[in-house]
């Protein structure tokens, strides 16, 4: 089994910081893809930022140059610094990775974390 566990969600000001972690652990060949997606109340879930395992980025327009992704593959885990937060930055954050396992290298499947909240106040 594989788990993602997220961790470093909260409370946050109007252009303070946060950092939000997620570890992978489990039975894991390989993961490719790691990445943060949020959902805000009455929203639907959409991609904040995506790494791969050679670290190349992407970022959804709204968190350009004010968030920040990276990985260290040697902990299985994903990083996301949330800088100059605003208040729609408020959702419930989720981690994704795409990966392989032991037990299924030729298969790569998809895994969420269980989400950590962020709140933004003005």
């Known amino acids: 089994q594989v788990q993602l566990v997220e961790s470093g969600g909260g409370l946050g000001q109007a252009g303070g910081s946060l950092r939000l972690s997620c570890e992978a652990s489990?039975?894991?060949?390989?993961?490719?893809?790691m990445g943060w997606y949020r959902q805000a109340p009455g929203k639907q879930r959409e991609l904040v930022a995506i790494?791969?395992?050679?670290?190349?980025?992407n970022y959804a327009n709204s968190v350009k140059g004010r968030f920040t992704i990276s990985r260290d593959n040697a902990k299985n885990t994903v990083y996301l610094q949330t800088n100059s937060l605003k208040p729609e930055d408020t959702a419930v954050y989720y981690c994704?990775?795409?990966?392989?396992?032991?037990?299924?290298?030729?298969?790569?499947?998809?895994?969420w974390g269980q989400g950590t909240q962020v709140t933004v106040s003005s």
């Open positions: 994704n990775a795409r990966l392989v396992t032991m037990g299924s290298i030729r298969v790569e499947h998809e895994y």
């Open positions: 489990g039975s894991i060949f390989s993961i490719n893809d």
């Open positions: 790494i791969t395992r050679g670290g190349s980025r």
